[in-house]
Antibody, heavy 126, light 108 residues
Framework: EVQLVETGGGLIQPGGSLRLSCAAS????????MSWVRQAPGKGLEWVSI???????YYADSVKGRFTISRDHSKNTLYLQMNTLRAEDTAIYHC????????????????????WGQGTLVTVSS | EIVLTQSPATLALSPGERATLSCRAS??????LAWYQQKPGQAPRLLIY???NRATGIPARFSGSGSGTDFTLTISSLEPEDFAVYYC??????????FGGGTKVEIK
C-alpha cells in the first residue's frame, strides 16, 4: 500500500527551527518527484517546495532561503528543514508524491499530487 | 503566477442533488487542471487530473470539464460522503504550482 506519514511538527518560537519528516511506504521517495504543501488553519492549500528525482529543488517565494527540502534514500524519507520560522508559517504541512509528465522539449515536469500524507501541525508562536 | 478563482465559496445542497463547481484561471492553463476533495481532518484526495480524467478509484458521479481558463467539476448526484471542500490546482505554469481557494459543499 502506498502511504506517507509525516512527523516532526510542534510548537516553536518565532525565529526557531524545525525539521519535518515524511516516511514513505509502497514506493521509493528518491525515484519520484516529492513535494510539501501546507494549509494554514481554516485556509486553503499552498505549495511549499518540490524535489525532483534528479535532486533538483524548488521553493515558493514565501519560504525561499529559509526552508530546505531533502531526502534520504536509505530511510525512504523526505524532509523539510525549516529555519527562521515566522507566525505566518503556522500550518499543517502535508507531503505528497507528485506525478510527472514528459515533454520532448522540456523533459519531465511536475503534475498532480497523489497521494498525500495526513500532515503534521507546525505552530509558530511565542 | 497563475491565480485560480473558485466559485461559489459555499454550495448548500441536499443529497441526490447535482453539484456544479467552477474554477477560473487568470491565464490559460490548457487542460492542465486537477481537482481534489478534502474532508475535515483528512488529507486531500485527487479526484480529477488533466481537466477530465478521473483518478483511480474515483466514482463515475464525479466528472470534470473545461479547458483554457474555465473549468467545472460536476457531482451528478450527491452522496452523504461527498460533502467536503473541493480544490482545483494547475500545473501549466509549474513554478509555482497553485491551488484555488476552495469550494465547500455543505448539506442544505
Amino acid at each position: 500500500e502506498v502511504q506517507l506519514v509525516e512527523t516532526g511538527g510542534g510548537l516553536i518560537q518565532p525565529g526557531g527551527s524545525l525539521r519535518l519528516s515524511c516516511a514513505a511506504s509502497g514506493f521509493t521517495v528518491s525515484g519520484n518527484f516529492m513535494s510539501w504543501v501546507r494549509q494554514a488553519p481554516g485556509k486553503g492549500l499552498e505549495w511549499v517546495s518540490i524535489i525532483y528525482n534528479n535532486g533538483s529543488t524548488y521553493y515558493a517565494d514565501s519560504v525561499k532561503g529559509r526552508f530546505t527540502i531533502s531526502r534520504d534514500h536509505s530511510k525512504n524519507t523526505l524532509y523539510l528543514q525549516m529555519n527562521t520560522l515566522r507566525a505566518e508559517d503556522t500550518a499543517i504541512y502535508h507531503c505528497a508524491r507528485v506525478g510527472t509528465y514528459y515533454d520532448p522539449l522540456t523533459g519531465y515536469s511536475p503534475g498532480w499530487f497523489d497521494p498525500w500524507g495526513q500532515g503534521t501541525l507546525v505552530t509558530v508562536s511565542s | 503566477e497563475i491565480v485560480l478563482t473558485q466559485s461559489p465559496a459555499t454550495l448548500a445542497l441536499s443529497p441526490g442533488e447535482r453539484a456544479t463547481l467552477s474554477c477560473r484561471a487568470s491565464q490559460s492553463v490548457s487542460s492542465y487542471l486537477a481537482w481534489y476533495q478534502q474532508k475535515p481532518g483528512q488529507a486531500p484526495r485527487l479526484l480529477i487530473y488533466d481537466a477530465s480524467n478521473r483518478a483511480t478509484g474515483i466514482p463515475a458521479r464525479f466528472s470534470g470539464s473545461g479547458s483554457g481558463t474555465d473549468f467545472t467539476l460536476t457531482i451528478s448526484s450527491l452522496e452523504p460522503e461527498d460533502f467536503a471542500v473541493y480544490y482545483c490546482q494547475q500545473r501549466s505554469s509549474w513554478s509555482p504550482l497553485t491551488f484555488g481557494g476552495g469550494t465547500k459543499v455543505e448539506i442544505k
